[in-house]
């Protein structure tokens, strides 16, 4: 089955700069790559996702980039707020209504 | 994206007991999903409810220890029976959004369950 990579486990960044989270996949056939947002005490939120025929997707200050050759993707985050600390999860799917493999999270701080 | 919610939020559960998790979707989905999430981990699929067939449950999960029912398409409860310590996690419900083939996926609140 397919097996799906996360790092760093913990991040930490000064307010405003940069934050990058990067998960590698082992099934080459996995064509969907979500990426979520959970923060303290509440469920997993949808920020951001890329299908395998796209190379980059962005949206406001967070971005997700996916090279299929390398079988990595990874999350962008510019420009970050105190209000981005949370743990985020990867995760890829195969196919339709197939099920997701989840990374083992990032928790990042934000510092102001 | 479709509004899910969970009920409890959260309880507190003497070992040996069974607590009946429920969730509601505000919209009718095909696939409901039911995962565990134990304390700093990342998320474990339990089961996959569709409306109309059995759950298919996953690797290390079975029916009598976690019962599922999916009696229509915008509800679902999952039931943790005869609970240990080892139970305490967080349980979350996920709905494929609307049924489209290239769904996405959204999560509810979550339970939050301590078992003592």
């Known amino acids: 089955g397919e097996n799906v990579e996360q790092h760093p486990s913990t991040l930490s960044v000064q307010e405003g700069d940069s934050a990058v989270i990067k998960c590698t996949y082992s099934?080459?056939?996995?064509?969907?790559f979500p990426w979520y947002k959970q923060e303290l005490g509440k469920g997993p939120q949808l920020i951001i996702d890329?299908?395998?025929?796209?190379g980059e997707k962005k949206d406001q200050r967070i971005a997700v980039t996916l090279n299929k050759t390398a079988k990595h993707f990874s999350l962008h985050i510019t420009e970050t707020q105190p209000e981005d600390s949370a743990v985020y999860f990867c995760?890829?799917?195969?196919?339709?209504?197939?099920?997701?493999?989840f990374g083992s999270g990032t928790k990042l701080n934000v510092k102001p | 994206s479709a509004v899910i919610s969970q009920k409890p939020s959260r309880d507190i559960c003497q070992r040996g007991t069974s607590l009946t998790i429920q969730c509601q979707v505000d919209?009718?989905?095909?696939?409901m999903f039911w995962y565990r999430q134990q304390p700093g981990q990342s998320l474990t699929l339990i089961a996959t409810?569709?409306?109309?067939?059995?759950?298919?449950?996953e690797s290390g999960f079975v029916i009598d220890k976690f019962p599922i029912s999916r009696p229509n398409l915008t509800f679902s409860t999952l039931t943790v029976s005869n609970m240990s310590p080892e139970d305490s996690s967080i349980y979350l419900c996920?709905?494929?959004?609307?049924?489209?083939?290239?769904?996405?996926?959204?999560f509810g609140p979550g339970t939050r369950l301590t078992v003592l």
């Open positions: 409810a569709n409306q109309g067939s059995e759950a298919t449950y």
């Open positions: 099934d080459s056939a996995s064509n969907y």
């Open positions: 890329i299908r395998s025929n796209v």
């Open positions: 995760a890829a799917r195969r196919g339709n209504f197939n099920k997701f493999y």
């Open positions: 996920s709905v494929g959004a609307l049924g489209r083939a290239d769904n996405e996926q959204f």
């Open positions: 919209s009718q989905v095909t696939m």
